[in-house]
């Protein structure tokens, strides 16, 4: 089916970050950089994890589509590069899957870390078997529409948080967490702060009950 009647505006080319940032919050889970951002900016837990290889760090290639349809999601490949996670607003809705077998084998070979979709997807089993981790709100075997309108690169809510192309995202079994760019540096040093005490605490049981 062609695409090029559908409605689906561009924003302008974006900068992404060092891919070192991504080996800097790799180590850490979603709950612990949740309590260094004042536990906040975490996705709701209605997105969940639908493939066992759940963990991974990217940054944020926002789509915004309309209820039940895709358009936006398949010309988002075009602007896919290694290390970003497709981050799609579908606006909760269930009824219709927005990404499936072929698009996840896609992203995955543009070199996407991950696919969030706030919304529905279906082909369970083979978006499970590529590894690509895949988290969403629920599944349908119903397709979806293609003519637009729809928005990439532009900021996105996902899961009641704002998300904006080249934030960091980083997932777990836990959820999602967003990182807004601007924030990292700072986010970095009190996640290890966090995981400091962490590690001390564990320590103290440790020995109590050894």
Not at 69 to 78: G, K, R
Not at 102 to 111: D, K, P, S, V
């Amino acid at each position: 089916m062609s695409l090029e009647n559908a409605e689906v505006r561009i924003a302008p080319r974006w900068q992404r970050p060092s891919m070192e940032w991504l080996d800097a919050f790799a180590p850490f889970p979603v709950a612990n950089i949740g309590d260094a951002m004042e536990r906040l900016n975490m996705c709701d837990g209605g997105i969940s994890p639908l493939t066992t290889n759940s963990s991974f760090t990217g940054f944020a290639l926002p789509v915004q589509v309309t209820a039940g349809d895709n358009a936006a999601v398949i010309l988002a490949l075009d602007h896919v590069q290694p290390g970003d996670v497709v981050m799609i607003n579908g606006l909760g809705h269930l009824d219709r899957a927005l990404v499936g077998e072929q698009l996840t084998q896609r992203f995955q070979h543009a070199g996407a870390h991950a696919q969030v979709i706030d919304g529905a997807v279906r082909d369970q089993k083979i978006i499970a078997s590529t590894g690509l981790p895949t988290f969403c709100r629920g599944t349908t075997p119903a397709g979806p529409y293609k003519n637009g309108p729809g928005v990439i690169g532009e900021p996105v809510a996902i899961g009641g948080v704002v998300c904006c192309a080249g934030d960091i995202v980083v997932g777990d079994d836990d959820g999602l967490i967003i990182i807004p760019f601007w924030r990292a540096e700072e986010v970095l040093q009190k996640v290890k702060e966090v995981a400091r005490r962490e590690a001390e605490m564990t320590a103290e049981v440790t020995q109590k009950y050894r």
